[in-house]
């Protein structure tokens, strides 16, 4: 038995022994190359642009491609440019809309139409908040930091600046016309006019409806003073009224005399012993400022109509009373005293204004320019600039800051304006003055 184990060992020894490297044959597998196309990208935010770079590999052969982006996570895609390049190597660069959210994807469409998508290049850009708004019109209360939108869907939102965020929202279902804010009683009130003839009557704190008062017409505007509520109608009625109606009982009090096409958007004055109503009218030519007087009962004094029928710019959508009586209107910032007559219009060069307020030293002047200026209120010098985000549509000055409703897109303002330009939707700036 031990013989025979000798043996084979030595038989698997000798075997073991004549095996050569040169009899094993290596088979190589060549690494497989997927057809990807890989996508980068470069955000500037300071351009707000971005810039997509994307690679080929493996040996897919493509007619063109298309640049596509969705503003929501897998939401649908529109395409926004597209390349034929020949090389290996592409580029493509993009104005990126002003959305919190953005994808991009690269689709490469093959010679038998085939698509071949890339990765997903995500943006996030947290600090965006849009409130998808096409406000006509705002109120703030400078006491509370709330902000009430009106828009034109009849929708009321009330925003609170210190908070950055939406606290209440109501839909009206109803044409609204320009407001006013007031304190009855000793509470906050927001006075909504509508087209139907009745103002809306609504907690300042929350947007609880509170009332209704009637006047019996078709409002396009409306301000609140001593307890008293005045309505004026559309510069288009034939009968041009401006009634004053009792808050608490309802009942009216008295109405200036009918007139010619010479009511419209109202700014309120207070005198010591009378209130001063200035109107701009709308949608008619030529454009007409008035002014009514009314005594601190809502009681009619007078009426005086402006010597020019529009021979100075005015605008109704840009339109404010400074503290001391005088009125600024249109893109221009026209200036006009107490009797509406013409002063001078702001140094604000090719800008132009979308929007006014007031300190004790400044006029505060939203700018297309994507600024907000600062004017001495009386020598009229333009004394300061802020760089805005997007294009001021109204601004209010709030303590030792400004706010700014911006529009997320450019607005084509005018010094005489019968285009109705509304913002499609808007952001809130805040600033340090």
């Known amino acids: 038995m031990k013989k025979t184990l000798i043996v084979l060992f030595a038989y698997f020894s000798i075997f073991s022994c004549s095996s050569s490297n040169d009899d094993i044959t290596e088979v190589v597998t060549p690494p497989v190359i997927e057809n990807k196309i890989n996508l980068t990208s470069n955000y500037n935010d300071t351009t707000e642009t971005v810039t997509l770079k994307w690679t080929l590999s493996g040996n897919n052969t493509y007619n063109y491609y298309k640049i596509v982006r969705s503003d929501s996570q897998n939401g649908v895609q529109t395409e926004v440019g597209n390349s034929n390049s020949n090389s290996n190597q592409f580029m493509f660069t993009s104005v990126v809309p002003f959305s919190p959210y953005l994808e991009y994807q690269i689709i490469g469409i093959k010679p038998n139409g085939e698509e071949v998508r890339s990765n997903t290049i995500k943006i996030e850009r947290a600090d965006i908040k849009s409130l998808n708004l096409k406000v006509f019109d705002a109120q703030f209360d400078k006491n509370s930091g709330k902000l009430y939108l009106l828009d034109t869907n009849g929708k009321v939102t009330l925003y609170d600046v210190n908070t950055g965020s939406v606290t209440h929202q109501i839909n009206t279902n109803a044409t609204l016309g320009y407001s006013d804010l007031g304190i009855y009683n000793g509470n906050v009130e927001l006075y909504v006019p509508r087209n139907d003839g009745w103002v809306d009557i609504y907690d300042g704190n929350d947007l609880t409806l509170k009332d209704q008062v009637s006047f019996g017409m078709p409002l396009i505007s409306t301000i609140y003073h001593n307890g008293k509520l005045y309505g004026s109608s559309s510069s288009t009625s034939s009968s041009s009224v401006i009634k004053s109606v009792d808050r608490a009982t309802k009942v009216m009090v008295s109405q200036s005399p009918q007139l010619y096409y010479n009511s419209g958007r109202m700014k309120k004055t207070v005198g010591a012993s009378s209130i001063q109503l200035y109107t701009i009218t709308q949608n008619i030519s030529p454009i007409d400022m ?44 026209s200036v006009y005293n107490s009797q509406m007559i013409y002063q001078n219009d702001l140094p604000s060069g090719n800008s132009k204004l979308s929007s006014f307020d007031f300190d004790s030293n400044s006029i505060i002047a939203g700018s297309t320019s994507k600024t907000i200026e600062f004017y001495n209120i009386n020598s009229y010098m333009k004394t300061k600039t802020i760089n805005t985000k997007k294009y001021p549509y109204k601004v209010f000055n709030y303590n030792n800051k400004v706010i700014c409703i911006s529009s997320v897109t450019p607005l084509s303002v005018q010094d005489y304006d019968y285009s109705g330009i509304i913002p499609e939707n808007i952001i809130i700036e805040i600033f340090d003055k």
Do not use: C, K, V, W
Not at 315 to 325: C, H, L, M, V
């Open 290 to 333: 008035d002014l009514y007087n009314f005594d601190l009962n809502g009681n009619y004094i007078s009426h005086q109509d402006d010597s020019y029928h529009g021979d100075h710019p005015l605008n109704y959508r840009i339109f404010e009373a400074f503290p001391d009586g005088r009125i600024i209107t249109a893109s221009s910032g």
